[in-house]
């Protein structure tokens, strides 16, 4: 069974700095490991998307980086911004049955302090 | 192009009462999966239904079941529910194996 964990829960940083969220795995055996941001009340908005074969992604200011070996990933925002206060929840894409399950993480709520 | 649609956005019932939630597929997808989120904690899978069938299930008791209609649209129903079933209900949409997009979900309160 997959278990998911998010390091740390909670994290509140200073606007400018650059930080890094971590999630862990426990079956390395996935196809994909995807970061969503979630703002209070709201759905999920894909941020970046690593498959299986990738070591990491970028887009603009985050870099999402994949080791699948050591059933780890990291979420990198550089310069941070009091628009990117929110949760931030990492989900592992696995096979059960021949069909794609999802599992999340229990997510890291983020606050950028201007 | 549409993506992932989910109605209503909020609704208010009571204990025992029954529920509905609905889900529309981004175009062109085929799977879809429905997952709980209660308040501080991350979504749990609910079920995923394929070709109409429930293809496989999360750890969630029976009152909890849902149908796929040939228009790859699906629905989510809740019996007899209970005050712990508040939460925001997220459906995904995908095509076999690719990965889900995820719809802006339905907050169910139950008083």
């Known amino acids: 069974k997959q278990e998911v964990t998010q390091i740390p829960a909670a994290l509140s940083v200073p606007e400018g700095e650059n930080l890094v969220l971590n999630c862990s795995f426990t079956?390395?055996?996935?196809?994909?490991l995807q970061w969503f941001r979630q703002d209070p009340g709201k759905g999920l908005t894909s941020l970046l998307l690593i498959q299986s074969s990738q070591r990491e992604q970028t887009s603009g200011r985050l870099n999402a980086s994949l080791d699948k070996s050591s059933g780890r990933s990291t979420l990198y925002i550089a310069a941070s911004q009091p628009g990117d206060s929110a949760t931030y929840l990492c989900?592992?894409?696995?096979?059960?049955?021949?069909?794609?399950?999802?599992?999340f993480g229990t997510g890291t709520k983020l606050q950028v302090i201007p | 192009d549409a993506g992932v649609t989910q109605s209503p956005t909020h609704l208010i019932k009571t204990r025992g009462q029954q529920v509905t939630l609905r889900c529309s597929p981004k175009s062109g997808h085929d799977t879809v999966s429905w997952y709980q989120q209660a308040l501080g904690q991350g979504p749990q899978f609910i079920f995923q239904?394929?070709?109409?069938?429930?293809?496989q299930r999360g750890n969630f008791p029976d009152r909890f079941s849902g149908h796929q209609f040939p228009n790859y649209s699906s629905e989510l129903n809740v019996n007899a529910l209970l005050l712990g079933d508040s939460a925001l209900y997220l459906c995904a949409s995908s095509l076999r194996g690719q990965p889900q997009h995820f719809g802006d979900g339905t907050r169910l309160s139950i008083l």
């Open positions: 239904y394929y070709e109409e069938e429930e293809r």
């Open positions: 079956d390395s055996a996935i196809y994909n």
């Open positions: 989900a592992a894409a696995g096979n059960s049955g021949g069909y794609q399950k999802v599992t």
